[in-house]
């Protein structure tokens, strides 16, 4: 059968350096920091005291006071992109095939912020505890996607995608697989996650995995940088609409890009560390280009996984020089988790609306806080640093790695005909 081509045509954001995705990609641009010190708990016990919050984030902005009995903060993220993406891409409701428009989102953790409160709110109490009728609404991960397609009446495919820090690559993943083989026309996708939570900064630090720069938290996340020393939370969510682009052309619809290409493979490695060489991750890479049909040497810019952590840099880095070679110093090559932190599930969706709106710039942002690259890595690559850059950007790669050795790579390309 002949595979339908996919096509990107509406995107939202909801970060800490951004609330829309003009606020978001302009702030990316200028180099902005979204970390601060947490004011959601108090943090006196953690090694870790600062992550990437929203700002000016008000749910009673958005929701009624009854919706917000059932929806967990990662679900509210999700409809909030997902109102502005469908808005984006001007999707007309009334004159929609409900039936052939699904919904695959992706989030790593899910509802854990509303079981911690509620766990916390029954320990507290001494006679009759109970817990809300609307408890496991809030915490199932599958809420998400749920309460999307009931928003807006979509019937086709929907569930949740969980791998990690590679969640909502997959589940963009699978909403191309659903619309290249005709499942659908049309799918929301994108990725999710609220957990900024004492449960997750403390097992975090329990793993060193979390940056301990307290004095100066706007400076922690460092990908690259020699005196990184561990990843810094982020919350938020992305949507993307995803159509085929026979049923995008038709309805006159803008087209940002084309999804050409996902690759996927498993680190065998360790359960929480990436193999040392980058092999695994060069296997995603190299499945994408393949599905695809793109050379290395076609490859404009790469956003890296790149969550400032000592291993994880290196090796993806390294799965890099050993696939593209030569052509290595002629792409660019940035993290934007120096900016937002580390959105964990929601990672690659936001990642790639950064991505989408660099094809159609051809501009890309920087990576901040980059004052001294390791000296492991290949000084004659642009990791841009510090400020954004002109550079045509036709073909991108988006890398995301999650805990539990999920690698999926991630291939876009500007859209002709």
Known sequence: MTLKRVVVTGIGALTPIGNNVAEYWNSLLKG????????????????TRFACQLKDYNPEDHFAPKELTKLDRCAQYALITTAEALGDAKVDLDRLDKSRVGVVYGTGIGGLTSSEEAVQQF??????????PYHLLRVLANTVSGSIALKY???????ITTSACASSANAIGDACYAIA???SDMVVTGGTESAIIELAVGGFNAMRALSTRNDD????SRPFDKDRDGFVMGEGAATLVLESMDHALARGARIYAEVVGVGMSADIY??????PSGKAAMISMKGALRSAGIRPEDVDY??????STPLGDLSECRAIENLFGDHAPKMAINSTKSMIGHLLGAGPAVESVAILCSMRDDLVHPTINLDHLDPQLPSNWNFVPKEAISHTVNTAMSNSFGFGGHNVTLLYTKFKE
């Open 302 to 307: 790469i956003n890296t996984h790149g969550t």
């Open 270 to 275: 360790h359960i929480a560390a990436p193999d």
């Open 123 to 132: 320990m507290s109490q001494d006679r009759d505890p109970r817990f809300s």
């Open 217 to 220: 938290p706007e400076h922690a």
């Open 153 to 159: 009446g979509f019937t086709g495919p929907n569930y």
């Open 181 to 183: 083989l005709g499942k």
């Open 32 to 47: 902005k920091s979204g970390a601060g010190h947490i004011t959601y708990f108090n943090t006196e016990k953690f090694r």
